[in-house]
């Protein structure tokens, strides 16, 4: 069974920074693109970073020189570096993965974390 299993997040202050990891376990015979969304109470979850399996990454303007999204395909995880938080930041973050395995290719989702930008 295939999972993908988030960590880091938590409280910060403004203009700190947070590494989220997300790591894809299971029967999986590759990872196409892997993302990162966000989302916040009474509003719908938005896009935060991407990257595809060659490494081409795409990001929300919002988040554009700040954030960077990166993988490591030997651990089959991606990681998001949020750098010069600022409190609009504040969301419950997750992590997708188009996954193929044996039986289907799949997008999965994880079961997001908490990043609370707060003075």
């Known amino acids: 069974q295939v999972q993908l299993v988030q960590s880091g997040g938590g409280l910060v202050q403004p203009g700190e920074s947070l590494r989220l990891s997300c790591a894809a376990s299971g029967s999986i015979l590759s990872i196409n693109t892997m993302g990162w969304y966000r989302q916040v109470p009474g509003k719908q979850r938005e896009l935060v970073a991407t990257?595809?399996?060659?490494?081409?990454?795409n990001y929300a303007d919002s988040v554009k020189g700040r954030f960077s999204i990166f993988r490591d395909n030997a651990k089959n995880t991606v990681y998001l570096q949020m750098n010069s938080l600022n409190p609009e930041d504040t969301a419950v973050y997750y992590c997708?993965?188009?996954?193929?395995?044996?039986?289907?290719?799949?997008?999965?989702w994880g079961q997001g974390t908490q990043v609370t930008v707060s003075s």
């Open positions: 997708n993965a188009e996954i193929v395995t044996i039986r289907r290719t799949f997008t999965y």
């Open positions: 990257t595809t399996g060659d490494d081409i990454t």
